[in-house]
């Protein structure tokens, strides 16, 4: 007997292609959000490790730095900024990043349904096949005695 083939093999490989695809597409959309959030917590560290420095200064010295202190504040100014911007830029990144984890979800769940078709089919193919060949073996070993008997043996 032939073996199984699966006549939708080919939708089912194309929909594993693309499953592999958001696969892909997620894990570039999942990087970019942690380089934000690490890009985030670098800033946030700079801007603590300013104020500190800053804090120190102004304890350590009798007189106040006019020009150190507008520059520190501008700087601390420019950070908060930065880390508004990326904390948009990452909003926006992680509503992405759902986006495509949920046609990765599609794409899984329509793979999926050709796999359970595909296992349905084969185990109806293998149970066909094992009823054909105990058919078969059932009507070689009845013909076996007829066959004698033809032949003259008792």
């Not at 594993?16 to 934000?36: F, N, S």
């Amino acid at each position: 007997m032939k073996r199984f083939q699966f006549r939708l093999d080919r939708l089912l490989k194309i929909r594993e292609y693309r499953e592999r695809e958001w696969e892909v597409k997620l894990a570039v959309a999942a990087r970019v959000c942690i380089e934000l959030e690490q890009q985030i917590d670098g800033l946030a560290r700079e801007r603590a490790a300013t104020a500190l420095g800053s804090a120190r200064a102004d304890e350590a010295s009798t007189f106040l730095d006019l020009e150190d202190l507008v520059a520190r504040r501008n700087y601390l100014v420019y950070l908060d900024g930065r880390t508004r911007e990326l904390s948009e830029t990452l909003g926006a990144r992680e509503l992405e990043r759902d986006e495509v984890r949920s046609r990765l979800a599609e794409a899984s769940r329509a793979r999926k349904v050709l796999d359970k078709l595909k296992e349905r089919r084969s185990g109806e193919y293998s149970r066909d096949a094992a009823r054909h060949a105990a058919k078969l073996l059932d009507e070689v070993a009845g013909s076996s005695p007829a066959r004698r008997r033809l032949k003259g043996e008792t």
